[in-house]
């Protein structure tokens, strides 16, 4: 099971941009689905982004389509979340997770890193 740690968090002003990493322990396959999650004080964890880099499909929560982006680097070991215009609602832990399946529930991945905080605030 590929252990993953999350980095990249900090605190951001509203518009700003912030770009977080998920370094894998070993070689993210092409047809590993990748996602992101996130878990804003008080309230449940929730959905950002999903990929799958075998046949390049991507899938984003309404809420960050536009702003948000999803990437991994040539050796398929860092998945990044590149987010900008960045608003105080998206304040949260970002969490990466891997799996099989290209899905939005987090019940499909059965790999998770500790999370990140992202602060965006004035």
């Known amino acids: 099971q590929v252990q993953l740690v999350e980095s990249g968090g900090g605190l951001v002003q509203p518009g700003g941009s912030l770009t977080l990493s998920c370094a894998a322990s070993?070689?993210?396959?092409?047809?590993?689905?990748m996602a992101w999650f996130r878990q804003p004080p008080g309230k449940a964890r929730e959905f950002v982004a999903v990929?799958?880099?075998?046949?390049?499909?991507?899938d984003y929560a309404d809420s960050v389509k536009g702003r948000f982006t999803v990437s991994r680097d040539s050796p398929g070991n860092i998945f990044y979340l590149q987010m900008s215009d960045l608003k105080p609602e998206d304040t949260a832990v970002y969490y990466c997770?891997?799996?099989?399946?290209?899905?939005?529930?987090?019940?499909?991945?059965?790999?998770w890193g500790q999370g990140t905080q992202v602060t965006v605030s004035s």
């Open positions: 990929n799958r880099w075998k046949g390049s499909s991507i």
């Open positions: 997770a891997a799996g099989s399946q290209f899905s939005r529930e987090q019940s499909d991945f059965r790999s």
């Open positions: 070993s070689r993210i396959f092409s047809s590993t689905v």
